[in-house]
C-alpha cells in the first residue's frame, strides 16, 4: 500500500495525507500511523471490507461527534481515508499525546501506580473516576454507547487525571437513521441481565455502560478490588469467575450480608458515605442503574466533603477515621508475623544463575551437553574443579519443587492482585486421578567412562526420551540412539540413529536405520515424524574447526535433515543478508516447526522466516525478514498450519532474574508470496506482558494456549548467590486460553498450577486452593523438559526442574481437551530419590468455550545419580497420553543400567467433566 493516502470529509473536502511505513501500534483490526507531520493518526483496517457497514459507521461518527469540552479526549474519526482509486482502508483520528498518560488499570494496585509512576494519593484516584464519568457522560448525551468499557480502554493522564478513550470505532453508534453495534465486550464487565439472557450486550445500549461506569468506579474507589470478588463463606462453592458471580449476583458488599459470599478484607466499603454505597449497590445488581450525570453530580459533591489525613498527605477518606491508616498499620502487624515465621523456619537458599552470553551463528538452543574428548590429566582436573564448585553451590540451586513464603503472601496487595481471582474451594478441584492403563520398560546397560565420556560405537542403542506427535496407541514412534554418558540429557549424536514403532496393542517393530552424513551432528530435541511418510527431521549441524560440537563449543546448525531410510535430505536455513547474526544468535536462535499432515516445514529465528514444501528441498517456498521489533527476541515455538497459510510464533526477550521479561505471540497470515503479522498479541486489549512461554492451537485454527505469568512480584529475601542476597522476580505460572471469533481472538479462560495453602488476613485464616509462587524464568530452550538432582555427600539434594506447567503443554487436535506442561513434587536425598512427575487435563466445553477439571495424571520413579528424563505426549485422537521416562542406575564399577519406561493413559475410560468425583486430598 502507498504511503500516501487521501482524506476526506464530509463537506466534499480531499486532503494528501502521508505516513511512514512503520506503525506506532498494530492489532487484530488494524495498524495506527502517525502521519509525518505528527498532528494526526491514521487507523488502516488490515481487511477494510470485511464489514461492508463500516465505513458508513464511520460517517455517521464523524456527523455525529460528542460535544467538545474540558477533560473529555475521543480519538474520534475525523475524515475517512480511501486511495487514489477511491478505496475505503480507514479513518484519520486525532494524534494523541501518550507521553504522560498510562491505562486506568494500572491506576487499582499500589505496585502498578509505583512502576507507571502513578501518585498514590486516593484523591487522585476519585479526580479519575469523575473525569471518567464526565467522558461517558459526554458520549451517552450523544446517543452513543462505549460496550467494550473497561479499565484498559481507557487512558488516564499521570498528572491531571484527565480521560482519554481510543478504539471509539468498536462503540455502540446511534447515527442520522441507523444504529450500529459494538460487537466486543469483555467478560467480567458485561451486565447480568445480557449474560444470563445470552444476549449481545450491545443490545442493552446505554445501560451496558452503566453497568461497566459502577464496577470500574467501585475498583477505583476500593483499591482495586472487583466488586463481585470476595471470600467464600464455609461449605460454600462459588463460581471461580468474575462474570459467573455478577451473573448470580454474588455482590458482598451490599447494607445486608451475603449468605454465600463475605467481602474481601482488604475493603473500604464500610467507610463509604451511605449515598455511595447506595449508588453502587443499586447500579450492580439493583432494580435501576445510576446514569452518568447522576454519577458526576454524587461524585463532585462527595469529593468536597473528603477529608486529608494528618498523618499521611496521601491519605484521603469520608467519616472519623482514616481506613488508609488502619489498613497499613494491620499490614505492618501481619509481615512482621510473616518475617518471624519464616525467620523460624529458615529455608534453604536457592541460587540464581546467570547465563552466559553465546556468540555463536544462529542455531538451535540445545540442553547441555556431555563435555568433549579430552586428555585424561585435563579430565581429572576438570572434574576436581567441578566438585568444587558443586561444594561453593550446595544447596543453593534453585529448586521448583520448593516453595519459599513471599514476604507480603498475606499482604494487601498480593491477596487482591493475585489471589482474590484465585480464592476457589477445594470442592471445584475436580481432577480425577487416573492411573496408567498400560506399563512397559525396556533396560539397556553399558560402561559410562566418566574421564572420556565420549561417544562410543560399541555402547548399546539407548531411547531417546523426547517423543514426537503420533497418532494412537498402536504406532507410537521412538527414536534409538548411542548410549553416550551418565549425561544422557544430551540431544546430539554423531551416528546412525534408528526409529520403532512401539504398539502397546501387539508388538514393536523397527523401521530400519537413518543414516547421518558423514563428519555432521544431529541435534534430537524436538525431533518430527511424519507417520503416512515414515520420515523423521532433526537438526543438521556441522563441527567446529576445532572439532567439538559434542560437549566443546556448541555446532552450527544450519539445516533440518529430512531422512528415512532410502535416503535424506536437506532443508537449508540461513538468515537474510542485512541481519546481525550474532545478535540472532545470542537472542535464541531458531526453530522449525512441520505441519501435521506433514507437507510443509517452517523455520524462523527471531528474524528471518522461512518455509519449505517438503517436497522440494531446494527451493523454499517463502523466505522473508520478520519486523524488527523481534531482533531482540528469542523464538521459543513455531507452528505452521496443514494449509500453510498460518504461522504462529511464540517469542520471549531474555531478562535478568531481578527484571521483568517481555513476551508475546504472533499470529502471521500468508499474503501472495510474504506472511503478514495478522495479530500481535502483546497489541491486544488487557495484553500480559509476561506471555509468548510457549503456544499450541487446534487443527482448525479457533483455539489457542499460550503458557505465561501473571502477578510478578520481586522477592528481596527468600534467595542468594554466594551467600549473598539477590533479588529475584516471582510469579505464577499459567495458560491463556483464546478464541478466534469475528472480531478477533478473544482471551476466554485461564487456568493455574494450584496448591492448597492457608492464607490469613488481618488475624482471620481463609482456607484458599491458589498457585504456588515460583520463578519467572525465561526458557533458555523450551525444548528441554527434565528433572536433574545434585547432591554433595549422603544428605538431602536438591532438584532443579526444567519442565513446567505453562511450557510444553498441548492441545487436542479437535480443540476439545487441554493437557497442561509436566509439574514435579518429590524429595532428593543420596539413598532414596523420588519424583512424581504430573500433568492435568482440562475440558473445553459449550457454546461459551469454559474450562473444566478432567484428570490428574501422574508417574512416580525411582532413581540414581542425576536425571530423570520425561517426556508426555497425547495422541492425535485425543484417546491416548504416553509419559515415557527414562532412570539411571550406575554400580561402584561404573556399570550402567538405564531404563526406560513407557505409560500409556487410556482418556477413554474418562467420565465426563461434570461427573468426576473430587480427590479433596490431594495437592495439586
Known sequence: MSNTLYCHYPDGRKETIRHPAKP???????????????????????????DPRREHKLWQMIEHTPPAQQGVTFAWPLAILKTHRGKFVGYLMPLLNFKHEVQLEQLLSARARQQSKLPESYLFRLNAAIELVRCVEALHRSGHAIIDFKPVNVMVNRRTAAISIVDCDGFFIRGSHDQFPGHQYT???????????????????????????????????????????????????????????ISAALYPYGEQPHPRIGPSPWSL????????????????????????????????????????????????????ECPHCRQSAGQTQQLAATAKAAAQRKPRKPTIKTRPTRHTAAQPTPPPAPTATISTGFAWFMIVAVILVGIIFFNNDHSDDSRYPSPDDTADEVFKDSYSEMLIPASDLNFLILDPAKT??????????????????????????????????????????????????????????????????????????????????????????????????????????????????????????????????RFEFTEQPDTDTSTAAQAGGWRYDLSNNGRYLAMASNRTLIVYKTNNPKQPLVQQLLPADQLQQSINRIIIDD??????????????????????????????????????????????????????????????????????????????????????????????????????????????????????????????????????????????????????????????????????????????????????????????????????????????????????????????????????????????????????????????????????????????????????????
Not at 483490526?29 to 491514521?42: E, H, K, Q, V
Not at 432494580?287 to 453530580?297: I, N
Request: with cysteine; aromatic share 10%; proline share 4%.
Open 643 to 924: 494449509s500453510g497459510e498460518q504461522i504462529y510464533l511464540a517469542l520471549t526477550a531474555p531478562a535478568k532474574p531481578n527484571e521483568a521479561f517481555s513476551g508475546t505471540v504472533l499470529e502471521l497470515q500468508k499474503t501472495g508470496q510474504e506472511y503478514q503479522i495478522s495479530t500481535d498479541f502483546s497489541t491486544l486489549t488487557d495484553p500480559n506482558t509476561l506471555s509468548g512461554i510457549d503456544v499450541a492451537i487446534n487443527a482448525d485454527g479457533t483455539i489457542m494456549a499460550i503458557g505465561e505469568y501473571t502477578d510478578s512480584y520481586l522477592n528481596t529475601t527468600d534467595y542468594t548467590s554466594l551467600g549473598s542476597p539477590v533479588d529475584v522476580l516471582e510469579g505464577f505460572a499459567r495458560i491463556s486460553l483464546w478464541q478466534r471469533t469475528s472480531e478477533g481472538w478473544q482471551q476466554i479462560s485461564t487456568v493455574h498450577e494450584l496448591k492448597s495453602a492457608n492464607v490469613t488476613i488481618n488475624g482471620e485464616a481463609f482456607y484458599t486452593d491458589k498457585p504456588p509462587r515460583e520463578l519467572i524464568t525465561v526458557p533458555q530452550t523450551i525444548s528441554a523438559y527434565y528433572f536433574r538432582a545434585s547432591w554433595f555427600g549422603g544428605g538431602q539434594g536438591s532438584i532443579q526442574s526444567h519442565a513446567a506447567f505453562n511450557r510444553h503443554f498441548q492441545l487436542s487436535r479437535d480443540g476439545k481437551i487441554l493437557m497442561s506442561g509436566l509439574t514435579l513434587n518429590g524429595q532428593n536425598n543420596r539413598q532414596n530419590s523420588t519424583m512424581t512427575v504430573s500433568t492435568h487435563l482440562y475440558g473445553i466445553t459449550g457454546s461459551d468455550v469454559a474450562l473444566a477439571a478432567i484428570a490428574k495424571l501422574a508417574v512416580s520413579r525411582q532413581y540414581d545419580q542425576n536425571y530423570l528424563l520425561v517426556d508426555a505426549r497425547m495422541s492425535k485422537d485425543a484417546a491416548t497420553i504416553i509419559f515415557n521416562t527414562t532412570t539411571n542406575v550406575r554400580s561402584v564399577s561404573r556399570q550402567i543400567q538405564q531404563t526406560t519406561r513407557f505409560d500409556l493413559f487410556d482418556l477413554n475410560s474418562l467420565s465426563q467433566p461434570e461427573s468426576v468425583t473430587t480427590d479433596g486430598g490431594s495437592t495439586y
Open 440 to 569: 512397559t520398560t525396556e533396560t539397556v546397560a553399558y560402561t559410562d567412562d566418566v574421564v572420556r565420556m565420549t561417544y562410543d560405537d560399541g555402547q548399546p542403542d539407548s531411547i531417546f526420551y523426547q517423543l514426537p506427535e503420533f497418532s494412537s496407541a498402536s504406532a507410537i514412534p521412538y527414536l534409538k540412539r548411542k548410549a553416550i554418558s551418565l549425561n544422557t540429557t544430551t540431544t546430539m549424536i554423531s551416528g546412525a540413529y534408528d526409529i520403532g514403532i512401539r504398539d502397546f496393542n501387539d508388538h514393536n517393530r523397527m523401521l530400519g536405520q537413518n543414516n547421518n552424513p558423514k563428519n555432521n551432528i544431529l541435534m534430537l530435541s524436538d525431533w518430527q515424524y511424519d507417520e503416512a511418510t515414515a520420515t523423521s527431521y532433526t537438526y543438521l549441524c556441522i563441527r567446529h574447526n576445532d572439532g567439538s560440537g559434542i560437549g566443546g563449543a556448541l555446532p552450527i546448525c544450519q539445516h533440518v535433515l529430512q531422512s528415512k531410510t532410502n535416503g535424506s535430505a
Open 187 to 245: 467478560a467480567g464487565y458485561i451486565a447480568p441481565e445480557a449474560h444470563n439472557n445470552k444476549l449481545p450486550p450491545d443490545q442493552l445500549d446505554q445501560a451496558q455502560d452503566l453497568f461497566a461506569l459502577a464496577v470500574i468506579v467501585f475498583q477505583l474507589l476500593n483499591n482495586g478490588i472487583h466488586p463481585f470478588q470476595g471470600v467464600p463463606k464455609p461449605g460454600t462453592k462459588l463460581p471461580t469467575d468474575n462474570q459467573a458471580r
Open 269 to 320: 466499603h464500610r467507610h463509604f458515605p451511605v449515598n455511595l454505597r447506595g449508588a453502587l449497590e443499586s447500579s450492580l445488581i439493583g432494580p435501576k442503574r445510576h446514569s452518568a450525570q447522576q454519577w458526576l453530580q454524587l461524585l463532585e459533591t462527595l469529593r468536597e466533603h473528603i477529608s486529608q489525613c494528618q498523618k499521611t498527605a496521601d491519605h484521603y477518606y469520608w467519616g472519623e
Open 24 to 50: 506506532l501500534n498494530q492489532g487484530a483490526d488494524g495498524a495506527i500511523f502517525a502521519s509525518t507531520d505528527r498532528r494526526y493518526a491514521l487507523k488502516i483496517y488490515h481487511h477494510p471490507d470485511k
